[in-house]
């Protein structure tokens, strides 16, 4: 099977690549990667080369995209400009990314008859909450908060009309928050680890009481996988693994499995507009689908993480002054 991953040098896509080549040796894979500050060939070093194939090249480049299309059975598409931040400090990258190039990639596969499964996130829904009993399913309506989740839920409605209105082939699925190796040290989990390795206290957000529901990233790849292999064209499913966590109780975990005092860490400033809590039902991937997370543990997760940032500091070192320096422009 050869198969088309946009986005698969940053953090999700790559450990898609790694976690397809270790497990399907039928599987060829083509990666179309901008290669923006998000996304890096050292990713994909340790895969197996001899099956992949790296295109440094754009989703709304609609020649470019329409001869990968052409030349593959399955689209998994990953690629997206991903941080609320970044979002709020300049969103017009959001824009041409997630809609634009979603908009290109359901054009090819619309002509060339692919199936294709678009990779989203539960921040399309809004927020709930902290003492809501309802998640999000697949039957919430949509209600974005920020520019990303915005264009991310954008992205979703041209999928849902590309299924209803041109029968294209298409799945989608609405994940919570990943971490796991090669994410980004933009991103929370990373950011604070890397802080602690590098001497900088933990920067919290507001009063850190902000829930997200955590999962490992090869569980969210195992459950894209079931998806791929077991779901109808046009169905949805929400992707999570009962992660519930607020950012003070990840800040001090960090701290613990660090050996640092409990109290080592600063408030910095909120994020305009910053959703309270995510949290997902994911009944519909468990019992249509019959898959499971294996990393129930999130202490055990996060101390494997955290290992993983000790011994890959080549990887994340080189970009760590920057984005210190961007945070300390906005407070943060
Ligand atoms: P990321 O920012 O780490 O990686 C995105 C990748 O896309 C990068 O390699 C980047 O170079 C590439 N890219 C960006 N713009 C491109 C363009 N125009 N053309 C081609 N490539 C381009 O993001 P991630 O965290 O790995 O997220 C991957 C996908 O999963 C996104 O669609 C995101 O919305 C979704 N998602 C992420 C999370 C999470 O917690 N990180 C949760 C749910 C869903
Ligand atoms: O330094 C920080 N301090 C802090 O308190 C950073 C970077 C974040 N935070 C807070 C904000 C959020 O409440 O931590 C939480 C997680 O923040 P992010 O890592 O920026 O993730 P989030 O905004 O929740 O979005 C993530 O999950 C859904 C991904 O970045 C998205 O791509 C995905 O769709």
Redesign the pocket.
Same mark, same amino acid.
């Given at each position: 099977m050869k198969i088309l991953v946009t986005g698969g040098a940053g953090f999700i896509g790559s450990n898609f690549v790694h976690y397809t080549l270790r497990t399907r040796p039928e599987c060829r894979i083509t990666v179309l990667d901008a290669l923006t500050y998000a996304g890096s060939r050292a990713s994909l070093a340790a895969a197996d080369q001899t099956r992949l194939e790296l295109i440094e090249g754009r989703i709304e480049d609609a020649t470019l995209v329409d001869r990968l299309v052409a030349d593959c059975d399955l689209v998994v598409h990953f690629a997206a400009e991903?941080?609320?931040?970044n979002s709020i400090a300049n969103p017009a990258p959001f824009v041409t990314t997630n809609v634009v190039g979603t908009f290109t990639l359901l054009e090819a596969v619309r002509r060339h008859d692919r199936r294709f499964h678009h990779v989203s996130?539960? +921040?399309v829904f809004g927020d709930l909450e902290l003492d809501d009993p309802e998640r999000f399913r697949e039957t919430t309506p949509y209600n974005p908060s920020s520019p990303y989740s915005a264009t991310?839920a954008s992205s979703d409605l041209l999928v849902k009309a590309w299924i209803r209105t041109f029968g294209v082939k298409a799945t989608i699925s609405n994940c919570s *928050?990943n971490y796991g190796p090669y994410q980004h040290i +933009? /991103?929370?989990i990373p950011? $604070?680890i890397t802080n602690v390795l590098s001497g900088i206290k933990p /920067?919290?957000?507001g009063a850190?009481l902000?829930v997200?529901d955590w999962i490992h990233v090869d569980d969210h790849n195992a459950a894209v996988w079931a998806i791929i292999d077991r779901a109808k064209p046009g169905s949805y499913y929400m992707i999570g693994a009962d992660g519930e966590e607020n *950012?003070k109780t990840v800040v001090a975990l960090v701290l613990e499995l660090l050996g640092k005092p409990a109290d080592w860490f600063d408030h910095v400033n909120d994020?305009p507009g910053?959703d309270l809590r995510y949290a997902i039902d994911a009944t519909k991937l468990r019992t249509e689908l019959g898959w499971e997370p294996r990393y129930t543990t999130f202490r055990d997760g996060l101390d494997a993480t955290i290992a993983w940032y000790r011994d890959n500091e080549a990887w994340w070192q080189p970009l760590k002054a920057e984005v210190e320096a961007r945070?300390a422009r906005q407070g $943060?």
């Open positions: 991903s941080h609320n931040d996130t539960d +921040e991310k *928050n +933009e /991103k929370f950011r $604070q /920067k919290l957000y850190g902000n997200r *950012n994020r910053h945070y $943060q």
